[in-house]
């Protein structure tokens, strides 16, 4: 499963295999998704103005998250710009190296493209 979705949840584009092993509905794992990743960037704020000097900063960007799930499948998200977040739910087969680079290479190319619609570098 992939996703393109909003920080508020909402779903702009996805893709379901038709075997659908872990039966989750895009909607659900939208809203999930953007409520824990709005929790580690405020985590990560937070961390940022207690130590300034060693953590860079990422312009309020999650860059890439990866957590296991039940039954070992795994969930990453990654930022694609300011207001929205790549996902994709892969199985417990793909290494994580995998998963990640795949991610970050898709949410770049969303950023990219929404740049050009929004006018912006």
């Given at each position: 499963?992939a996703l393109?979705?909003?920080?508020?949840?909402?779903?702009?584009?996805?893709?379901?295999?038709?075997?659908?092993?872990?039966?989750?509905?895009?909607?659900?794992?939208?809203?999930?998704?953007?409520?824990?990743?709005?929790?580690?960037?405020?985590?990560?704020?937070?961390?940022?103005?207690?130590?300034?000097?060693?953590?860079?900063?990422?312009?309020?960007?999650?860059?890439?998250?990866?957590?296991?799930?039940?039954?070992g499948y795994w969930v990453?998200?990654?930022?694609?710009?300011?207001?929205?977040?790549?996902?994709?739910?892969?199985?417990?087969?793909?290494?994580?190296?995998?998963?990640?680079?795949?991610?970050?290479?898709?949410?770049?190319?969303?950023?990219?493209?929404?740049?050009?619609?929004?006018?912006?570098?």
């Amino acid at each position: 499963m992939a996703l393109l979705v909003t920080a508020d949840g909402e779903i702009l584009g996805s893709h379901v295999e038709e075997e659908n092993p872990i039966a989750l509905e895009p909607s659900d794992v939208g809203a999930l998704v953007t409520e824990v990743a709005a929790d580690y960037l405020q985590l990560g704020k937070e961390l940022q103005r207690l130590d300034n000097k060693t953590i860079k900063s990422s312009n309020g960007l999650l860059p890439c998250l990866i957590v296991e799930m039940n039954e070992g499948y795994w969930v990453g998200i990654a930022g694609a710009g300011s207001n929205c977040y790549v996902v994709a739910i892969a199985e417990p087969a793909v290494p994580q190296g995998f998963l990640k680079e795949r991610l970050l290479a898709v949410s770049q190319y969303v950023k990219e493209s929404f740049s050009q619609i929004e006018g912006g570098p």
